[in-house]
């Protein structure tokens, strides 16, 4: 008789066993010739080695199954079991458009046309700038095609960054180290990693660097090869901050540069690179464009008519220069 350990690192081991070990019940009542216990984030098996490779073989496709989709059901979990495909009926009116199961069965996807054109061209091009006011879903498009990209293992990690630039306060009044002076300014990063990721898998992911979240000056001197990067609040980078940023790409890399030209928070004496960026890099084959707008916005409903008085105002400041 043989023994086997399988450890589940990348899965929440409570979704796997069940509601009090419902599904682990599924395991033992198929593979009833096998010894079957679970001791934390550990499956412990012993039996024959013809039975034990069998049944490792399919709790890898149930941990596959788990990664692309943060839940399984009883009915997919028996149709991995006895060798049919659960892909092709789960949730089969969304295939086509849905970029990641989150948490909680929650679908993320495009939910208006221009994050949908954000979407094709992000997979027709390899830099991608998405330009748009707040509320748009620059951002959290950006995640999720990150997460999908990781989860479908096109990219082994994915960098989120952002210039640590403050919109009115300063770094060095905020109390803590650091990492906890900055940690508030990626806040909007984690939180859409949040809505796609279970945290204990998230949490792994952090600790062993496949996702990193860190200001944009500590990507200086690196090269990233096999990872999805992004750059949020790239309106809050200089000419040559972008420029580091963008050389850092490695030859399988992909990357977004999401910003809003309206929320510019440089001191006085520093210009934003990014308009200029996106004009001398126009027209390069391989890097895309992509302005979002308020009829995006995706938040409260007033946050579209709020977005669209701000503008009305600057161009109404613009005239009466212009005038002047």
Same mark, same amino acid.
């Given at each position: 008789?043989?023994?086997?350990?399988?450890?589940?690192?990348?899965?929440?081991?409570?979704?796997?066993?069940?509601?009090?070990?419902?599904?682990?019940?599924?395991?033992?009542?198929?593979?009833?010739?096998?010894?079957?216990?679970?001791?934390?984030?550990?499956?412990?098996?012993?039996?024959?080695?013809?039975?034990?490779e069998v049944f490792s073989d399919k709790v890898?496709?149930?941990?596959?199954?788990?990664?692309?989709?943060?839940?399984?059901?009883?009915?997919?979990?028996?149709?991995?079991?006895?060798?049919?495909?659960?892909?092709?009926?789960?949730?089969?009116?969304?295939?086509?458009?849905?970029?990641?199961?989150?948490?909680?069965?929650?679908?993320?996807?495009?939910?208006?046309?221009?994050?949908?054109?954000?979407?094709?061209?992000?997979?027709?091009?390899?830099?991608?700038?998405?330009?748009?006011?707040?509320?748009?879903?620059?951002?959290?498009?950006?995640?999720?095609?990150?997460?999908?990209?990781?989860?479908?293992?096109?990219?082994?990690?994915?960098?989120?960054?952002?210039?640590?630039?403050?919109?009115?306060?300063n770094l060095g009044f905020l109390p803590g $180290? /650091?990492?906890?002076?900055?940690?508030?300014? =990626? +806040?909007?990063?984690?939180?859409? @990693? *949040?809505?796609?990721?279970?945290?204990?898998?998230?949490?792994?992911?952090?600790?062993?660097?496949?996702?990193?979240?860190?200001?944009?000056?500590?990507?200086?001197?690196?090269?990233?090869?096999?990872?999805?990067?992004?750059?949020?609040?790239?309106?809050?980078?200089?000419?040559?901050?972008?420029?580091?940023?963008?050389?850092?790409?490695?030859?399988?890399?992909?990357?977004?540069?999401?910003?809003?030209?309206?929320?510019? $928070? /440089?001191?006085?004496?520093?210009?934003?690179? =990014? +308009?200029?960026?996106?004009?001398? @890099? *126009?027209?390069?084959?391989?890097?895309?464009?992509?302005?979002?707008?308020?009829?995006?916005?995706?938040?409260?409903?007033?946050?579209?008519?709020?977005?669209?008085?701000?503008?009305?105002?600057?161009?109404?400041?613009?005239?009466?220069?212009?005038?002047?």
């Amino acid at each position: 008789m043989s023994e086997l350990t399988i450890k589940l690192e990348t899965v929440d081991p409570v979704e796997f066993f069940g509601f009090n070990n419902n599904k682990l019940k599924i395991l033992k009542k198929e593979f009833n010739r096998l010894n079957i216990s679970a001791r934390g984030n550990k499956i412990i098996v012993a039996g024959s080695q013809e039975d034990l490779e069998v049944f490792s073989d399919k709790v890898h496709q149930l941990v596959e199954y788990l990664e692309r989709y943060g839940k399984i059901s009883d009915q997919h979990l028996e149709e991995i079991l006895h060798g049919r495909n659960p892909y092709e009926t789960n949730f089969p009116q969304f295939q086509d458009n849905v970029l990641v199961y989150g948490n909680n069965g929650t679908l993320v996807r495009a939910r208006t046309e221009n994050q949908q054109k954000m979407v094709d061209l992000s997979e027709d091009n390899d830099i991608l700038f998405a330009m748009g006011p707040a509320g748009t879903g620059k951002t959290y498009t950006a995640v999720a095609l990150a997460v999908r990209a990781l989860k479908n293992k096109s990219v082994k990690k994915i960098i989120l960054t952002r210039p640590a630039v403050e919109a009115g306060e300063n770094l060095g009044f905020l109390p803590g $180290d /650091l990492k906890e002076k900055i940690d508030p300014y =990626l +806040r909007p990063l984690y939180d859409a @990693l *949040d809505d796609m990721i279970p945290a204990d898998k998230l949490a792994y992911y952090m600790q062993n660097r496949i996702i990193e979240v860190a200001p944009l000056a500590y990507m200086r001197g690196r090269t990233l090869d096999n990872a999805f990067m992004i750059l949020d609040e790239a309106q809050n980078a200089t000419t040559l901050q972008l420029k580091m940023f963008l050389t850092r790409i490695g030859p399988s890399a992909q990357c977004i540069i999401t910003g809003d030209m309206t929320q510019i $928070d /440089l001191p006085k004496n520093q210009q934003s690179g =990014l +308009r200029k960026t996106m004009q001398i @890099l *126009d027209g390069i084959e391989g890097i895309g464009m992509i302005h979002l707008s308020a009829d995006d916005v995706v938040r409260h409903r007033l946050v579209k008519d709020i977005i669209k008085a701000f503008d009305k105002d600057a161009e109404r400041e613009q005239q009466f220069k212009n005038n002047n």
